[in-house]
């Protein structure tokens, strides 16, 4: 009875779901895209119109710091009488953007002598397997030969839906049995490349939550595998990030850059409504750039990341 | 970066601790911290906004708890706030009267499906059930075979299908069906593919397997991960087909999981059971009070506010066994303690929180059979129609006393007797208890007498 000291959970409040729930129809209702709405409505700049370009940027997972900044130096410009139109707003913000993303990009590494070794890195389900369908698919359209390494010896049928992969692109796959050690597969994969000079060997690792350290020291154990067998290797890492994911974004590219040395990302599952916001704090704290976005399930449906068209889409209605 | 927060929150509050109620402007520095923190654990924007607004009216004016700072108290209003959004719902599973029962496993792709499905398949076998896994996912390369691997596994059947029928979802779940109603199966686990909330034609082709399963249950399975898209995918599934809960997986890791507040809010529908790794026995129900502290992230605040309130039920504590052993029990506490019981709600849930309150409530339990919540107006009734003076010492009550008070309270001579007879069984009981504590402590080896030893009729 002493709990009722505190003010009661349950009684007062039978109807805040309600209300919460209220407010987020209203915002859907709403949902044309914010930013436009808020930039050919109005002419005035005012603390309404910045607070609607907070919404338009947090809610496409920018996350709350990346967006207070990018506000705040608008709004400094404001101040300064530098903008007198809403409509520039808009190209501010998105220059800036656009800014960030361009700063982190980098050019794809040049291996000279094949097999360039590409590894594939994520937390689970973030579409690893599906991106390295796509990928080879790419290589294999440029006129290279592609080996597939099936190194996530870990997930139930992981193997199986990599040899289909495998099937559809005409990429080679090797295998080892579910549970053997993923650098003994990769060393035999790299070996068997070397031997044939196959100009790409991409790497099919399991998904991993960050978190787990012993799992992050496997991926560390398998790039040391690598540049023994291939000096140089793993000349790229991408981190596969799956857009619906919201601030933790961050902290998998910042775990995974650590162990395996993540060299760009790819961001999938663009096709939905989420805008994947999250990569912009990651280009501007990790200064990783973006290679690829996942529009979709085809082989054909991974497109080089375009900084401009991406921040576009960033204030998309959907 | 949250644990700084409360060091954050120290700092913009150490000119104003002390101070005793909550005002506009002792709250507004937490406030804007809280919102940053819900917003960074993926809380959707507009619940972050609805919340601070609804907390923000609630916690003005009231009072700052003993050691508190305003700026925790409003964190603790917070918490209560939370849990009361996330735990306001049992969360059972359903399961129809004529087996098989069906649960339908829908979400977006890599939310972690089929391994929850396997999860959940073992789960239930614990629970007594006999339960029969289908993979209606024809899509994805090896979908199928993954389940049939975990499945094997986890030695829980699963139904494949034969090569003519197996490409299509609807045939497929049907043929389940009758298999698990052959095998006498009592549930029927339906792993679905991965797909897009928008994606027109896999959302229509759910809804034609829930018109022909008329599953108990349909669980959305969501990543801890999710972002602000969380309320658009699971509004857009719930819309499609009433979801009827929410399983929320990788919870493993060190995602803070706002999308549960979103998805929660957005559906109206419970969490319940979260994924926390990839072994098939990874899996356990919701606990509101973990994903509430998860999400706001103040590990410190949070575990001060809990020993602050346990320091006050143990002075609460205190003073009444001090009570007891001085005979100051009196009415007039008893009615307090019945008061403050009943503004807490059903008593039936109440009775065993309360440690102090054992025998009392076996004596409320008497009252069982009739209206409770009657019965208990009627107890205070009566004790409000005694002098001060009585209900400091009740033997003055003669039985002219009694007479008075049971008009003045509209009930019967017969019901004051009853009442006065529980008060000293109560108190008996109280004194003995209290009492036997005191002896453990002091004289470290005399037991609490059983309970036995309390019967008195």
Redesign the interface.
């Known amino acids: 009875?002493?709990?009722?000291?505190?003010?009661?959970?349950?009684?007062?409040?039978p109807n805040?779901?309600e209300?919460?729930?209220q407010?987020?129809q209203?915002?859907?209702a709403g949902f044309v895209s914010m930013l436009d709405d808020a930039l050919h409505g109005k002419k005035v700049i005012d603390a309404d119109l910045l607070e609607e370009l907070e919404?338009s940027l947090?809610?496409?997972?920018i996350?709350?710091?990346t967006a207070s900044e990018v506000i705040e130096s608008v709004r400094q410009r404001v101040d300064r009488h530098l903008v007198n139109d809403a409509s520039e707003i808009r190209s501010l913000i998105r220059q800036h953007l656009i800014e960030v993303l361009q700063a982190s990009e980098t050019p794809t590494p040049l291996v000279t002598e094949p097999p360039a070794v590409v590894m594939v890195v994520g937390?689970?389900?973030?579409?690893k397997?599906t991106t390295i369908g796509k990928l080879a698919h790419r290589f294999k359209a440029e006129g290279r030969s592609v080996l597939l390494c099936a190194a996530d010896t870990?997930?139930?049928?992981?193997i199986?839906?990599l040899?289909?992969?495998g099937q559809r692109t005409g990429a080679e796959v090797v295998r080892q049995r579910?549970g053997s050690d993923p650098s003994a597969v990769l060393f035999d994969a790299l070996q068997s490349a070397k031997a044939r000079r196959i100009d790409y060997v991409i790497v099919d690792t399991a998904g991993r939550?960050?978190?787990?350290a012993n799992l992050m020291a496997e991926l560390e154990k398998m790039t040391r595998t690598a540049k023994r067998v291939v000096p140089g290797a793993p000349h790229e890492v991408l981190l596969v990030l799956?857009?619906?994911?919201?601030?933790?974004?961050l902290?998998q590219a910042k775990h995974f850059t650590e162990s395996s040395g993540v060299t760009g990302i790819v961001l999938t599952?663009l096709?939905?409504?989420?805008?994947g916001g999250?990569v912009i704090a990651i280009a501007r704290e990790l200064n990783l750039p973006i290679r690829y976005i996942g529009v979709g399930?085809q082989v054909n449906d991974l497109l080089p990341f375009e900084p401009e068209r991406f921040v576009e889409s960033l204030f998309e209605t959907? | 970066m949250f644990e700084n927060l409360a060091e954050k929150l120290q700092r913009v509050f150490k000119n104003l601790r002390g101070e005793g109620k909550l005002t506009a402007e002792n709250m507004e520095a937490a406030l804007k911290e809280i919102r940053?923190a819900l917003?960074?654990?993926?809380v959707?924007?507009?619940?972050v906004?609805?919340?601070m607004e609804?907390v923000k009216q609630?916690a003005l004016g009231?009072e700052v708890?003993g050691s508190l700072s305003p700026s925790q108290q409003v964190v603790?209003?917070v918490r209560?706030?939370l849990?009361?959004?996330l735990g306001?719902h049992t969360s059972r599973l359903r399961l129809a009267s004529e087996p098989p029962s069906v649960i339908l496993m829908v979400g977006?792709?890599?939310?972690?499906k089929t391994t929850s499905t396997a999860k959940l398949a073992k789960f239930l076998v614990k629970q007594g059930h006999r339960p029969l896994m289908v993979s209606v996912d024809v899509?994805?390369?090896?979908?199928r075979?993954?389940?049939?691997?975990?499945a094997r596994?986890i030695q829980i059947p699963i139904y494949e299908g034969v090569p003519q029928e197996s490409d299509k979802p609807l045939e497929l779940a049907r043929a389940a069906r009758r298999e698990a109603l052959q095998s006498n199966r009592d549930v029927l686990l339906v792993d679905t593919a991965g797909r897009?909330?928008?994606d027109d034609e896999l959302m229509s082709e759910l809804q034609q397997l829930k018109e022909l399963l008329n599953p108990s249950e349909i669980l959305f399975v969501a990543?801890a991960?999710?972002?602000?898209?969380?309320?658009?995918?699971a509004?857009e599934f719930h819309k499609r087909l009433g979801i009827t809960g929410v399983i929320l997986t990788?919870m493993?890791?060190?995602?803070?999981g706002?999308?549960a507040l979103s998805i929660?809010?957005?559906t109206?529908q419970p969490l319940k059971f979260v994924g926390v790794g990839?072994r098939t026995d990874a899996f356990e129900p919701f606990h509101p009070d973990r994903a509430v502290s998860r999400i706001l992230g103040m590990g410190d605040v949070l575990s001060l506010i809990e020993k602050v309130?346990q320091t006050?039920?143990q002075k609460?504590?205190e003073e009444m066994q001090r009570k007891l052993l001085d005979n100051e029990f009196t009415l007039e506490d008893f009615r307090d303690?019945l008061k403050?019981?009943r503004?807490?709600?059903p008593l039936e849930s109440?009775l065993g929180?309360?440690p102090q309150?054992g025998p009392l409530a076996k004596e409320l339990k008497k009252i069982k059979g009739t209206d409770q919540e009657k019965e208990l107006t009627k107890i205070v009734a009566i004790i409000d129609s005694m002098t001060p003076k009585e209900r400091s010492n009740h033997m003055i009550i003669n039985g002219s006393r009694r007479r008075r008070i049971a008009m003045g309270s509209g009930t019967t001579v017969q019901d004051v007797n009853n009442l006065l007879k529980q008060y000293t069984q109560a108190r008996l009981m109280m004194k003995q208890i209290s009492g036997g504590m005191l002896g453990k402590k002091f004289g470290g080896k005399m037991k609490l007498p059983s309970l036995d030893a309390f019967k008195f009729r």
């Open positions: 009875m002493f709990r009722s000291l505190f003010g009661s959970t349950t009684e007062n409040e805040l779901l209300r919460l729930k407010g987020i209203k915002t859907r919404y947090i809610t496409a997972d996350g709350v710091r937390v689970n389900g973030a579409g397997t870990f997930r139930a049928a992981a199986e839906q040899e289909v992969w579910q939550l960050h978190t787990k799956d857009a619906t994911t919201g601030q933790n974004g902290e599952k096709d939905g409504t989420a805008k999250v399930e959907s | 940053v917003l960074e654990a993926d959707h924007f507009r619940v906004k609805q919340l609804s609630k009231q708890l603790k209003i209560d706030e849990l009361h959004i306001s977006l792709q890599g939310s972690g899509y994805r390369p090896a979908a075979q993954q389940l049939a691997v975990l596994d897009l909330h928008i990543d991960m999710t972002g602000q898209d969380a309320v658009k995918s509004d990788k493993d890791g060190d995602a803070r706002g999308a929660r809010t957005v109206g990839e309130e006050i039920d609460k504590a303690q403050q019981l503004k807490l709600g109440l929180m309360i309150l």
